[in-house]
C-alpha cells in the first residue's frame, strides 16, 4: 500500500484544536502508511490558542508522521463582535496562505521523491466544520474533502435540515420567541425553538450557517466525534436519508491529558490536593468552558444556591471579557474577592473551593467529583461521559442549547438547570434581567446529587458502551477503519 498524507485545516478555538490533533493520532496510531499534516493559525486575541501551537510546533514527541505547519500570522482588520461572522471571514482570508503552504510543502515532497524517496501522496484535505472555505481548496487541487465535525450528530442532521426549508423563518421575532416546535428527523422528540443554537436566530449568522451546511454537503465524507450507542437515532436518521455524505462516527474522541493554562496562577497540584481530601463522589464541579462567565448577579445566585445545598463544590469562576480593553474571551479574577463576598468565603471555606481556568479532564477523572455542572460543549459532554460523571445543563451558548435539549430530554443523561438560557439576553423564560434564581439552581443541584438520581445510573453505562465503541469491533473503531480505507484507496 503506498503512503498517504492528509492535510488538517482546524479552526483556531481550544476545543477544535485539541480534538483535531486527538483524530490525526488516532488515524497514525491505526495506518502505518498515513501522514498527516496540520496547518496552523492564530488568532489576535486568544492568548491559549497561541500558546496551544507554540507547544504543538515545538514538540517532538507527538509522532513522527504527523508535522505542523504555522501559517504566516496577519493582522485581522474586522474583529467582529459576532464570533460565527468572525471566524468565517477569517478562514476565508487564510485561504491564499494555505494554498501557498501546500505548494510549498508537496513541491519539496516532489523534490524528495524525484531523487527516490517514497514520498506520500496527498490523499485529501480534512477541514473543520467552521473551515469549509478551504473545500475550494480541494476542488482546485483535485483532492477530495472532508469534515471534521467537533459537535454531534444530532446537530449535524440539524444543520442539513436548514438547507431543505426557508432559513428566515428561524430569525423572525414572532418566531423565535414563540413555543413553538421545529420536527427533525434527527432527534426523537420535536425541538423547541428555544433550544435551536443561537446561530439560526439571527439573519446574518443563519446566512453563514446555511452556506456552511451546504458545503458540508459537497465533501466525499463527514467524520463526527461521537459514537452510534450514544446518538443512534441521529446517526441512523443520517446514514438512511442517502443525500448526504459518507458519516464517519469515530468518537469519543478527546484529549485525556490536561493543559493548564490558568491566567491567575491556581495550581493544578493545589487542586487535585484538595479533591484528593474529599470523600467519593462528594464534589460538585461547576465549569463553564473557556467562553463561559456570568454577570455579577447571576454568581451571586450560584453562590446563594450553593451555600443553600450545603455541598462540597468546584467552582471554576471566571471574568466576563473587558469589553474595554477589547477582550473577547473570559480571563481569571486575580481574586474572587472581587465578585464573591468575604462572607461567603468564609461560611463555605471548609466545603469549597473557587478557581479560574480548570483542568478539567484532571477533575472529571477524581473520584471525588460526583456531578458537574456544565454548560453542555459537545467535548465536555464526551469527558463526562467517558468518566460516567452526570451532568446538570446549563447552555450558554451557540448549540449548547441543543445538546443540553438532547441529553436531558432525548437520553436522559443529564438534569436541567435551564435548558433555554441565552447569556446577557431576556428573549427567553428567564426573569427580566436574564437571570436563573438561586431556587432553581439549587433545584437542579439536588436533582444531580441525589442518590435516586437516574440520569447518575444512565451515564455509568454510557461510559461502558463508549469504551467499548473504541476497541476492535466497536462501532467507532469499525467506523474508522472505513474511513481509512476510503482515503487509502484513493
Known sequence: MKKAELVFIPTPAMGHLVSTVEFAKLLVTRNHQLFITILLTKVPFDSKVEYYIDSLSASSSISQRISFIVLPYQEHTSIDANPLVFITSFMEDKKPHVKNALSNHFHHSKEAAATGSDSPRLAGLVVDMFSTAMIDVANELGVPSYV?????????????????????????????????????????????????????????????????????RETKGVVVNTFME?????????????????????????????????????????ILNWLDEQPPSSVLFLCFGSTGSFS??????????????????????????????????PCDYEDPKQVLSQEFLDRTARIGKIIGWAPQVDILSHGAIGGFVSHCGWN????????????AAWPVEAEQQLNAFQLVKELGLAVEIKLDYRNNTSLYDQNEDGIVS????????????????????????????????????GSSHSSLNNLIKAVMDV
Open 148 to 216: 471534521y465535525f467537533t459537535s454531534g450528530a444530532g446537530y449535524l442532521g440539524l444543520l442539513f435540515q436548514l438547507l431543505s426549508i426557508d432559513a428566515t423563518v428561524l430569525y423572525k421575532k414572532d418566531f423565535s420567541t414563540s413555543t413553538t416546535e421545529l420536527i427533525s428527523s434527527s432527534f426523537e422528540n420535536p425541538v423547541p425553538v428555544s433550544v435551536l443554537p443561537d446561530i439560526f436566530l439571527e439573519k446574518v449568522s443563519a446566512e453563514i450557517v446555511v452556506s456552511h451546511a451546504r458545503k458540508i
Open 296 to 329: 455579577e448577579n447571576q454568581v451571586e445566585e450560584i453562590s446563594t444556591a450553593l451555600e443553600n445545598c450545603g455541598i462540597r463544590f468546584l467552582w471554576s469562576l471566571r471574568q466576563p471579557p473587558l469589553k474595554e480593553n477589547k477582550e473577547f474571551l
Open 380 to 391: 465536555s459532554i464526551l469527558e463526562s461521559i467517558w468518566f460516567g460523571v452526570p451532568i
Open 230 to 270: 450514544l446518538e443512534s437515532h441521529a446517526i441512523h436518521s443520517l446514514l438512511l436519508d442517502g443525500t448526504y455524505p459518507s458519516l464517519y462516527p469515530i468518537g469519543p474522541i478527546i484529549s485525556l491529558k490536561s493543559n493548564n493554562f490558568s491566567d491567575a496562577g491556581y495550581s493544578r497540584s493545589d
Open 438 to 473: 438561586a431556587q432553581q439552581i439549587e433545584l437542579g443541584i439536588k436533582r444531580l446529587m441525589g442518590l435516586d438520581n437516574e440520569a447518575r445510573n444512565k451515564i455509568k453505562l454510557m461510559s461502558e458502551k463508549c469504551k467499548k465503541a473504541l476497541k476492535d469491533g
